[in-house]
């Protein structure tokens, strides 16, 4: 069977390391892991999916590409059938944010024997950054592609070993953000975090606010796809600050200083 990915799953596939087992959380299809080691790129995987259906429908493909004796099949809750150490590399592409999170916490244990988590939320994706660097992960790359109107990031995180958690369960500093209440309607990196400060991580120094925003490695790499956000994004900031000119409230007044506010700093990221 040959599979061919879409733009977010090869992206997510190009993340992973060479030679690595792999478990792919909510595995749908089975596609990400059949092509994964049908390429080569890895000799065994888990696919594992909540849903007996999509499931079924996965184990049709692998029998297709004739990967039975490589690629598991598991009805699993997240982490809950993968063994600690069992696999280097964890996958997790197509779901929110929160339900990201609540996967990565739940198995913290499964997740933290892994070598690289590779993961790509469809929402609050600033959340999955702070979750991360909170929960002793280290980002370590990130991505961005732009597939049928929407953008999509792929994270790439490995776990720090010499990982402490502060008796509070948070590992924070003082620098704040900036307001970012507006949430223009796409759902990658414009959901806003709920503590407006920056992250102290163990061993690597602070991410700024604004790289929880938008992500140290995408303003570092700066992708095509990045600025086309950018982009996308100061439209969506002036239609707003357009409508709210003709409101003369002092609420509306006030919103739109916010959003001239922040669009300024998107225009400064974008430059």
């Given at each position: 069977m040959g599979v061919l990915l879409s733009k977010r799953l090869a992206a997510a596939a190009d993340m992973?390391?060479?030679?690595?087992?792999?478990?792919?959380?909510?595995?749908?299809h089975a596609y990400l892991p059949i092509w994964l080691v049908s390429d080569g790129?890895?000799?065994?995987?888990i696919a594992a999916d909540l849903r007996p259906g999509p499931l079924l429908a996965a184990r049709e493909h692998v029998r297709e590409a004739g990967l039975d004796n490589r690629i598991s099949l598991r009805l699993s809750d997240g982490l809950k059938e993968v063994a600690p150490g069992e696999v280097d590399t964890i996958t997790i592409t197509g779901m929110g944010g929160p339900l990201i999170c609540r996967i990565l916490e739940d198995g913290e244990t499964v997740a933290r024997s892994a070598k690289?988590?590779?993961?790509?939320?469809?929402?609050?994706?600033?959340?999955?950054?702070?979750?991360?660097?909170?929960?002793?992960?280290?980002?370590?790359?990130?991505?961005?592609?732009?597939?049928?109107?929407?953008?999509?990031?792929?994270?790439?995180?490995?776990?720090n070993y010499f990982f402490t958690r502060p008796a509070d369960k948070t590992?924070?500093?003082?620098?704040?953000?900036?307001?970012?209440?507006?949430?223009?309607?796409?759902?990658?990196?414009?959901?806003?975090?709920?503590?407006?400060?920056?992250?102290?991580?163990?061993?690597?120094?602070?991410?700024?606010?604004?790289?929880?925003?938008?992500?140290?490695?995408?303003?570092?790499?700066?992708?095509?796809?990045?600025?086309?956000?950018?982009?996308?994004?100061?439209?969506?900031?002036?239609?707003?600050?357009?409508?709210?000119?003709?409101?003369?409230?002092?609420?509306?007044?006030?919103?739109?200083?916010?959003?001239?506010?922040?669009?300024?700093?998107v225009k400064r990221i974008r430059s």
């Open positions: 992973v390391s060479p030679g690595s087992r792999v478990a792919d959380i909510g595995t749908d790129m890895c000799p065994s995987a690289e988590l590779i993961l790509s939320p469809q929402s609050e994706v600033p959340g999955v950054r702070r979750f991360l660097l909170e929960h002793g992960y280290k980002i370590i790359d990130e991505a961005m592609v732009s597939e049928d109107g929407k953008y999509y990031v792929i994270i790439k995180a490995s776990p590992a924070v500093c003082d620098d704040e953000l900036n307001s970012h209440e507006h949430k223009p309607d796409n759902h990658v990196m414009t959901d806003i975090i709920s503590e407006n400060k920056a992250v102290k991580t163990v061993g690597m120094g602070s991410w700024s606010g604004e790289e929880i925003l938008y992500g140290r490695y995408l303003m570092k790499k700066r992708p095509k796809a990045f600025i086309d956000y950018l982009d996308w994004q100061i439209k969506k900031l002036n239609d707003v600050c357009a409508a709210l000119s003709k409101e003369k409230t002092e609420r509306s007044k006030l919103r739109l200083a916010e959003i001239k506010t922040e669009m300024e700093t």
